[in-house]
């Protein structure tokens, strides 16, 4: 199985701050990753696919960057929406596998 | 828009077999561009996904739940199904149905699978 990793695990920003979230692949994964955003007793929505593709109707401060084993999601002005549990998925093998997530925080 | 709603017990006894199922609307399960996926959250935790099945009824599962997992397809209900035996206290957990597609630029060139919709999760106990 591919194993993803992120980090941080938490991170606690304020509004109007540029945040990174960064993904690791265990191998190769080419541009095969997504994001996902994730708020308490809800269903995780899709931010970005293909690395960098922003999914229709996902805010523009939304971005994603990397290809092979290393990813960044960065949100270039946090918005109070944007506090939530964000994860990254391959989608290079199966089984499909997740990172871990990662918690941002107010600050 | 495409919708996905799970249904089923919320509590199943240790060693029995948890059943639920996925209603999709907007969309239908015959769709040949689709997977509908199974997809879970322990209280606290990560995702996991389970495994998939596509409209021919062609299923693949994650080979950590392989040989307790059954997903099967409704076309006349438009549904599709999970079946998880013998379950254990690490069963606990969020269920989540979803649908994926594989998506091709306008050269019909792949760009990748997306996990695009997904149900809002029901929670299923399992108790000693």
């Known amino acids: 199985d591919i194993q993803l990793t992120q980090s941080p695990s938490f991170l606690s920003a304020s509004a109007g701050d540029r945040v990174t979230i960064t993904c690791r692949a265990s191998?190769?994964?080419?541009?095969?990753l997504a994001w996902f955003q994730q708020k308490p007793g809800k269903a995780p929505k899709l931010l970005i696919y293909?690395?960098?593709t922003l999914q229709s109707g996902v805010p523009s401060s939304f971005s994603g960057s990397g290809s092979g084993t290393e990813f960044t999601l960065t949100i270039s002005s946090l918005q109070p929406e944007d506090f939530a549990t964000y994860y990254c998925?391959?989608?290079?093998?199966?089984?499909?596998?997740f990172g871990p997530g990662t918690k941002v925080d107010i600050k | 828009q495409v919708q996905l709603q799970e249904s089923g017990p919320g509590l199943v006894k240790a060693s029995e077999t948890l059943s639920l199922s996925c209603t999709v609307s907007?969309?239908?399960?015959?769709?040949?561009?689709?997977?509908w996926n199974w997809i879970r959250q322990p209280p606290g935790k990560g995702l996991e996904w389970i495994g998939y099945?596509?409209?021919?009824?062609?299923?693949r599962y994650n080979p950590s739940l392989k040989s307790r997992v059954t997903i099967s397809v409704d076309t006349s209900k438009n549904q599709f199904s999970l079946k998880l035996t013998s379950v254990t206290a690490a069963d606990t957990a969020v269920y989540h149905c979803?649908?994926?597609?594989?998506?091709?630029?306008?050269?019909?060139?792949?760009?990748?699978?997306?996990?695009?919709?997904w149900g809002q999760g029901t929670l299923v106990t399992v108790s000693s």
């Open positions: 907007g969309g239908s399960v015959s769709s040949d561009s689709c997977h």
């Open positions: 979803a649908r994926s597609l594989y998506y091709f630029d306008s050269n019909d060139y792949y760009v990748s699978e997306l996990f695009d919709h």
């Open positions: 293909a690395a960098s």
């Open positions: 099945i596509d409209y021919s009824g062609s299923t």
């Open positions: 998925q391959q989608l290079s093998s199966y089984p499909r596998t």
């Open positions: 191998q190769d994964i080419s541009s095969y």
